[in-house]
């Protein structure tokens, strides 16, 4: 937990002086021509919580205590000193501040406005490098430290609650955890904002806002995901889901000078971000786990510039006329001139009759550190013969008694690489399953037993099992899609040489010339990643096609 320090430059939180370095001259030097000196006086407040677009400062003389207001107080969590700065993963993303930074001392300060801030590290490489360090290590210690603007009170065995943690944990926002099973002491919380137990799981913000049950939209609009993104303008382009491929749209996009924004309807990453660990991704020979990849890459899309709007979904696209228009579930149309298509695939849900009634209370589509603490101890079932599934594994026997695999077919080395063939062979606390299925969940609350069918031998198997994990096969997203693209027998998007002339003069092609590789029959809209038609099923893969739609999209731009 982050403790009252008497400077930055000595906290104990960082031995390595990476996560407050002091700047020496002439790096400040270098930070003086974005910048405006501003004299401060003891008491007075830089910027609070709630605050959008909180300006970059960098100490020169004087002292500033960032603090943590919350129902307990205002913790004093850092004292910045001279040639040290402000500042974590919201100075560069414009998002709401949840610190309040107030003068300690009386000094000059460096002040740089958030453009000034995004144009700095755009174009001084070892500034960029020291700045991204900071902040990525300081939110990492908030959260660690269960700090932030945020508490969410819920249950273990609620699947609401499972699914704000979810979002919060996967959007790496800080926030303190309270176990209503465990905790007593928070139940003088309830009686504070006179809550009832139907109305769990609670969160409060800013110690102010009570949402009771809330949905993922109202909990991102509470701590404000999406206030700074500008609604309105006509966007150079839109990427449409923040998985691999949407994330490495964003990122060269960005990156390339493109004004452009990713729509994401939960959490970036997308299957791939719920993977407990990738290890054969290239320049990763010990593995990096999904949400940690796919936060380094929205890190990178946010200081190149890309606005992120998370928690809303695309429920149509305008398709008659440029530019088009995508319209979200509360009515707002964004407007862009292209866009790429990178919804990916979501598991398939078997035909069980109370599926959704087990949903986040024992079924699971995610394998990340989170479930593997729910399953602790515990005999649990993984259904699927894929990378993920294998993946997922691996992963849970570290923490479960014993992990079922569940494979309707009678083989892996058609669906899965050889190396986690090798680990789940080799494995004594995994126990592999051909030809079987789950055929009934049963339990009154939550899941307790599980029942399933070796197509094999006609046998049927009752067990008490409480934890199931999903990863069946894939189909796409593409509902809102209909009547605009080309999409072929099993809903995915057909691109490039894959559409054929009566598919392409159906759809109304315009233009002299065909569609380019990864454009869709509608021009300047592509689609890459596990919705796109004839693709692989590899983040590597993924990341490529997002990155190689980006020098697609120049070209079209280029024809308007």
């Given at each position: 937990m982050i403790t009252p320090v008497i400077s930055s430059s000595s906290s104990n939180l960082d031995p390595n002086?990476?996560?407050?370095?002091?700047?020496?001259?002439?790096?400040?030097?270098?930070?003086r021509p974005w910048a405006k000196v501003r004299h401060v006086q003891p008491g007075e407040v830089l910027f609070q919580p709630g605050d959008e677009h909180?300006?970059?400062?960098?100490?020169?003389?004087?002292?500033?205590?960032?603090?943590?207001?919350s129902h307990a107080g205002q913790p004093v969590l850092v004292t910045h000193a001279a040639g040290n700065f402000a500042g974590e993963i919201t100075t560069m993303s414009g998002q709401r501040a949840f610190v309040l930074g107030r003068v300690a001392t009386e000094g000059d300060f460096l002040e740089l406005q958030h453009e000034q801030f995004r144009a700095l590290i755009g174009r001084d490489a070892?500034?960029?490098?020291?700045?991204?360090?900071?902040?990525?290590l300081r939110r990492m210690a908030i959260i660690s430290g269960g700090l932030g603007n945020v508490i969410l009170l819920g249950s273990r065995?609620?699947?609401?609650?499972?699914?704000?943690?979810?979002?919060?944990?996967?959007?790496?926002?800080?926030?303190l955890y309270r176990d209503l099973d465990t905790d007593s002491s928070s139940q003088q919380l309830l009686d504070r904002f006179n809550i009832t137990p139907d109305q769990i799981p609670v969160t409060i913000c800013?110690?102010?806002?009570?949402?009771r049950n809330p949905t993922i939209q109202q909990l991102a609009d509470c701590i404000g995901l999406n206030a700074n993104v500008d609604q309105t303008s006509i966007r150079d382009l839109i990427i449409v889901g923040g998985g691999p491929s949407g994330l490495a749209a964003a990122v060269y996009a960005a990156s390339e000078g493109l004004d452009a924004l990713l729509l994401e309807t939960?959490?970036?990453g997308g299957q791939a971000g719920s993977s407990?660990?990738?290890e054969n991704y290239l320049g990763f020979p010990t593995g990096i786990s999904g949400q940690e990849l796919a936060g380094r890459a929205l890190t990178q899309a946010i200081k190149f510039g890309a606005d992120i709007m998370v928690a809303h979904s695309a429920m149509r696209l305008n398709c008659d006329k440029r530019p088009y228009h995508i319209l979200l579930e509360d009515d707002t149309k964004l407007a862009t001139r292209t866009i790429v298509i990178a919804t990916g695939a979501q598991y398939n849900r078997p035909p069980l009759p109370n599926l959704s009634k087990f949903e986040g209370l024992g079924v699971y589509y995610g394998a990340t550190f989170m479930e593997s603490q729910l399953c602790e101890g515990d005999d649990l079932i993984v259904v699927g013969g894929g990378n993920s599934a294998g993946q997922a594994a691996v992963f849970l026997s570290q923490t479960a008694r014993r992990v079922h695999i569940l494979v309707r077919s009678q083989q892996l080395a058609d669906t899965m690489s050889r190396y986690l063939i090798r680990r789940i062979e080799e494995n004594p606390k995994i126990s592999l399953h051909y030809h079987t299925e789950i055929v009934a969940l049963e339990g009154e609350t939550q899941l307790e037993q599980v029942t399933?069918?070796?197509k094999a031998t006609g046998e049927q198997s009752t067990n008490n099992i409480r934890h199931v994990f999903m990863m069946t096969g894939a189909s796409p997203r593409t509902e809102w899609l209909q009547g605009c693209l080309a999409l072929d027998g099993k809903g995915f998007i057909l691109t490039g040489r894959d559409i054929d002339t009566v598919a392409l003069s159906s759809a109304g092609w315009p233009l002299s010339r065909p569609p380019q590789m990864l454009e869709t029959s509608l021009p300047g809209v592509f689609a890459v990643g596990d919705v796109r038609a004839g693709n692989i099923k590899r983040v590597a893969s993924a990341v490529g096609e997002g990155s190689m739609a980006i020098s697609l999209v120049h070209r079209t731009l280029g024809e308007l």
């Open positions: 002086a990476h996560m407050f370095p002091t700047l020496t001259a002439a790096q400040i030097d270098r930070i909180v300006p970059f400062f960098v100490l020169l003389s004087g002292s500033l205590e960032i603090v943590q207001p070892e500034l960029s490098e020291i700045f991204m360090r900071a902040f990525i065995h609620s699947a609401a609650t499972l699914k704000l943690r979810e979002f919060l944990g996967r959007n790496g926002y800080p926030y800013n110690s102010v806002h009570v949402l939960a959490t970036p407990s660990k990738i399933w069918l070796d």
